[in-house]
């Protein structure tokens, strides 16, 4: 296997190690320096956002709001110093980027082979995503990125986006009603529906 | 070609189908007779159109919790067999939204039925309401519609406006409605 040509790998490599670590042994203090380090290494934040995906996998956490909700309280709780506030831990506030969208089509492993190092790129960037996710906003986003790729890839891309967009949403309304103290069981405020 | 108004509902058709054609970029008067293409129609707007086998409510939830990693709550009788399912989630004004088609055992031109069918509630019923309560609050809002299967003995959907234009089919027949209710 051929040895990766950047020289941080093998350092941000051994820092994922001790992150893994600390997260299983609960030392929250070395948690909290890798999370410290991530602020100014982009590659190394990206490894820790596929990390964070990977145990929410593991633990099954996925459908269940109520259980992202309780992991969004013991990070608040326990990862204070870490952070300015609770919107920064999670950047639930902060618009979908193209570095969030790379990322998810990267931890789903839905990246055409073709494509692999147009999504590589993407992962550096973090402009935010159209807000109306248009095929036709995907295509002068594409050409804004300055990325090549297949169409299949804008069209993962634009799929992956929308769906990551009512996540994202779910999760700010949720964070919004509880602070109001008005969330529902279902964790709905509105809700229609019908068929025929 | 616009088409011979004469109700106000045909009116409301009408006007929604020029405004998919000019939110898509296209300009239905300058298209060839033909299929529509009516995924350039639905991509005009953040809907995302899935295939899915066995479609019923509770596959229906479970696509959506899967892929927006949230809990979905759907319309109840969660093994009701469906053709298609609408689903929108808006949140200080941005939403986002997913039309499922049955895959399984559907031709063509039934499961372009189902997208085009699905578009038309997006287009007739929630875009006007997201867009007259646009700003008015911050409380979120979450829109479900199943469209379902037709009868053995139902023919396939006849070809409306959404599906082909150009020549005599651009004439105002109004077919869009569901071959079942």
């Known amino acids: 296997m051929p040895l990766p040509k950047d020289p941080n790998w093998f350092r941000r490599e051994a820092t994922l190690g001790r992150y ?30 596929a990390v964070h995906l990977a145990y929410q996998e593991e633990m099954q956490l ?15 709780k326990h990862f204070q110093s870490a952070f300015a506030d609770d919107q920064a831990v999670f950047g639930q506030e902060e618009p979908l980027t193209v570095h969030d969208v790379a990322l998810e089509l990267e931890y789903t492993r839905r990246v055409p082979a073709a494509d692999r190092s147009a999504n590589a790129q993407l992962l550096h960037n973090r402009q935010p995503v159209p807000a109306q996710l248009s095929l036709q906003a995907v295509k002068q986003l594409a050409q804004e990125v300055g990325v090549q790729a297949s169409e299949r890839f804008w069209k993962l891309f634009r799929d992956t986006a929308i769906m990551l967009g009512i996540g994202r949403s779910h999760q700010q309304a949720l964070s919004a009603a509880r602070e109001e103290g008005r969330l529902t069981p279902g964790g709905e405020e509105t809700a229609s529906g019908g068929h025929h | ?56 409510y509770g596959s229906a939830r479970e696509f959506l919790q899967k892929e927006s990693r949230q809990q979905v709550p759907v319309p109840e009788q969660p093994d009701r067999p469906l053709a298609g399912f609408l689903y929108i989630y808006g949140y200080r004004d941005q939403f986002y939204g997913c039309i499922l088609v049955k895959k399984d055992g559907q031709t063509v031109a039934r499961r372009r039925f189902s997208a085009a069918h699905e578009l038309g509630h997006y287009l007739l019923h929630f875009l006007p309401r997201l867009e007259e309560t646009a700003g008015s609050g911050t409380a979120p809002w979450m829109i479900s519609e199943g469209l379902d ?23 105002g027949k109004r077919t869009s409605s569901p071959p079942s209710s």
Do not use: K, N
Not at chain 2, 149 to 171: A, K
């Open chain 1, 62 to 76: 996925g459908p269940a709001a109520q259980d992202v909700a309780l992991v969004r309280e013991l990070v608040r």
């Open chain 2, 1 to 56: 070609m616009i088409p011979l108004l004469t109700t106000g509902v045909e009116f409301r058709i009408a006007a929604a189908i020029a405004r998919v054609y000019r939110d898509a970029g296209l300009d239905a008067d300058a298209l060839r007779a033909g299929v529509v293409p009516l995924y350039s129609l639905i991509g005009a707007y953040p809907l995302r159109v899935v295939e899915v086998v066995s479609l019923t």
């Open chain 1, 20 to 49: 893994v670590s600390a997260l299983d042994g609960g030392d929250l203090e070395a948690v909290e320096a890798v999370l410290t380090a991530a602020m100014d290494d982009p590659e190394l934040a990206a490894a820790l956002d």
């Open chain 2, 149 to 171: 299967l037709p009868g053995e003995d139902e023919p396939e959907p006849p070809s409306g406006q959404l599906f082909f234009s150009g020549g005599e089919r651009w004439s």
